[in-house]
């Protein structure tokens, strides 16, 4: 299946959304016609509690589908359901999302299958490796497992040798291989 990356937070916790042209092609439609429902919205006097799905506007004014994972009197710590990655967010940039947009969340969180990180956790460098690899391009995906979270092979297809991430991540140093009876995904 092919995907994007919209969001690594490490080898163990990253984001992908499908990349089949419907699939982008919906997520498109979502965007443009949440917008337009919200531009004439102001934003919530009222208190969206933590776990309810709202509309946040992300830094670069536009409004995407968001969950409140955290609420203050000035802001709200919102996780973008779509694309994966997380944000503080004022008060007056978070709204009530209109019922119509509660389809499912298009970012499905998953973990590199067969590999583990060589001291427990995984360092800043093999985060910022796997971004280098799978950023801003489209990536062939299998799942492995789906217990107990979504475990995939990435391969990117994209030049003329086809690069197997994990693996990559291995002979770069970042990772270790792992064997299939250890548990599928390490944290951090």
Same mark, same amino acid.
């Given at each position: 299946?092919? @995907?994007?990356?919209?969001? =690594? /937070?490490?080898?163990?916790?990253?984001?992908?959304?499908?990349?089949? +042209?419907?699939?982008?092609?919906?997520?498109?439609?979502?965007? !443009? %016609?949440?917008?337009?429902a919200m531009s004439s919205c102001n934003a919530t006097t009222c208190t969206i509690d933590v776990g309810c799905?709202?509309?946040?506007?992300?830094?670069?004014?536009?409004?995407? *589908? &968001? *969950? =409140?994972? %955290?609420?203050?009197?000035? *802001?709200?710590?919102?996780?973008? !359901?779509?694309? $994966?990655?997380?944000?503080?967010?004022?008060?007056?940039?978070?709204?009530?999302?209109?019922? *119509?947009?509660?389809?499912?969340?298009?970012?499905?969180?998953?973990?590199?299958? $067969? @590999?583990?990180?060589?001291? $427990?956790?995984?360092?800043?460098?093999?985060?910022?490796?796997? /971004? %280098?690899?799978?950023?801003? /391009? @489209? @990536?062939? &995906?299998?799942?492995?497992?789906?217990? +107990?979270?979504?475990? =995939?092979?990435? !391969?990117?297809?994209?030049?003329?040798?086809?690069?197997?991430? &994990? &693996?990559?991540?291995?002979?770069?140093?970042?990772?270790?291989?792992?064997?299939?009876?250890? /548990?599928?995904?390490?944290? $951090?």
């Amino acid at each position: 299946v092919e @995907i994007i990356v919209s969001e =690594v /937070k490490s080898p163990s916790s990253f984001f992908l959304q499908l990349a089949s +042209p419907s699939s982008v092609e919906c997520l498109s439609m979502l965007s !443009v %016609e949440l917008n337009e429902a919200m531009s004439s919205c102001n934003a919530t006097t009222c208190t969206i509690d933590v776990g309810c799905i709202c509309a946040a506007k992300f830094s670069d004014d536009s409004w995407y *589908r &968001a *969950r =409140v994972i %955290e609420a203050s009197s000035t *802001r709200y710590l919102v996780y973008f !359901v779509d694309f $994966g990655n997380t944000d503080f967010v004022s008060c007056d940039r978070v709204a009530l999302c209109p019922e *119509r947009f509660s389809q499912p969340a298009q970012a499905i969180e998953c973990c590199l299958d $067969g @590999i583990k990180p060589l001291s $427990g956790q995984w360092t800043p460098q093999s985060t910022a490796l796997l /971004k %280098e690899l799978v950023m801003d /391009k @489209i @990536i062939s &995906a299998k799942v492995v497992s789906d217990s +107990p979270s979504l475990s =995939v092979d990435l !391969v990117d297809t994209s030049s003329s040798a086809d690069v197997n991430i &994990a &693996a990559e991540l291995v002979a770069k140093g970042h990772a270790i291989q792992q064997l299939r009876c250890e /548990k599928s995904c390490i944290d $951090g």
